[in-house]
Structure formats: C-alpha cells, structure tokens
Nanobody, 118 residues
C-alpha cells in the first residue's frame, strides 16, 4: 500500500518561513520523481517544484529564489523549504510521486494547508 504523508503546514505571517515534509512508504523511493503541487482557493492545482530521482530540480517562476526542494533517499522523504512567504502562497500543498519508468504510476498525498497572513 502506497502512502504519502505530508506535514509541516500551518499559519505564518508574510515574510515568514515554513518547511513541508512528505514521507513515502510502499514504493521504491529512489526511482520516483517527487513533486510539490498546490491548489489555492478557486484555483487549479499547479506545480510548485519537483525533483528527479537524480536530484535535478525545477521550480515554478513564482517561487524561484524563495523555495527549495530536496530529497533524502535514505529516509524516503522529500521536503520543501519555503522562505519569504507571501499571501498568494496560501494553498493546500500536495506531495506527488511519479515512477520515472512508468509515468502513469503516480501517487498523491492528502495535502497540508499553508496559510500566509498579510
């Protein structure tokens, strides 16, 4: 049974920081590309950042220079360090895992709420 469990969300003032973590179980973590997505109120889900199995990274323009994604293959975790948060970063953040060989084999976490107050 595959599980992705996010943690670290919460309420923070603009300019503050949060660190999200996602723990994965039931998959061979080392062959999965991992990503963080978010869905704000009334918006579509969008990619925030992703990291390949080889630790190559990609960021949405809106978070470049503020967010950093990282992974620990020994602990089966992926993290998102979010600095200089803005009210527009308010969203539910979801962890995603995608098998790099079988792209249709993908999984989602349940999401964690991030709220940034102005």
């Amino acid at each position: 049974q595959v599980q992705l469990v996010e943690s670290g969300g919460g309420l923070v003032q603009a300019g503050g920081s949060l660190r999200l973590s996602c723990g994965a179980s039931g998959i061979n973590f080392s062959i999965y590309n991992m990503g963080w997505y978010r869905q704000g109120p009334g918006k579509q889900r969008e990619l925030v950042a992703d990291i390949t199995s080889g630790s190559g990274t990609n960021y949405a323009d809106s978070v470049k220079g503020r967010f950093t994604i990282s992974r620990d293959n020994a602990k089966n975790t992926v993290s998102l360090q979010m600095n200089n948060l803005k009210p527009e970063d308010t969203a539910v953040y979801y962890c995603n895992a995608q098998n790099k060989y079988i792209r249709t084999r993908a999984y989602w976490g349940q999401g964690t709420q991030v709220t940034v107050s102005s």
